[in-house]
């Protein structure tokens, strides 16, 4: 079962980190994906981590297993199939 944290894109826009409608960040097990849309149909719940330097991340995260439609940039993610 795969690990996701899901985050809003705050850099949207910029170079290297997609267009305007790439609103979200979703990293799954560290591995990070730029989409415009995304489904989660799994349990969530929030997570939080510091940098050490009084900078705190806020993160959606869960578990299951991720698969992308790439005609409309939306990221799935749903249970893991036993």
């Given at each position: 079962?795969?690990?996701?944290?899901?985050?809003?894109?705050?850099?949207?826009?910029?170079?290297?980190?997609?267009?305007?409608?790439?609103?979200?960040?979703?990293?799954?097990?560290?591995?990070?994906?730029?989409?415009?849309?995304?489904?989660?149909?799994?349990?969530?719940?929030?997570?939080?981590?510091?940098?050490?330097?009084g900078h705190d991340d806020w993160?959606?995260?869960?578990?299951?297993?991720?698969?992308?439609?790439k005609e409309t940039s939306t990221?799935i993610i749903d249970k893991t199939?036993?």
């Open positions: 079962m795969n690990k996701y944290l899901i985050r809003f894109n705050k850099t949207r826009g910029k170079p290297g980190r997609g267009t305007l409608e790439h609103v979200w960040r979703v990293f799954e097990n560290g591995k990070e994906f730029l989409c415009k849309h995304i489904k989660v149909n799994v349990p969530i719940q929030d997570e939080v981590s510091s940098d050490g330097n993160n959606i995260a869960c578990e299951g297993t991720m698969s992308i439609d990221i199939e036993a």
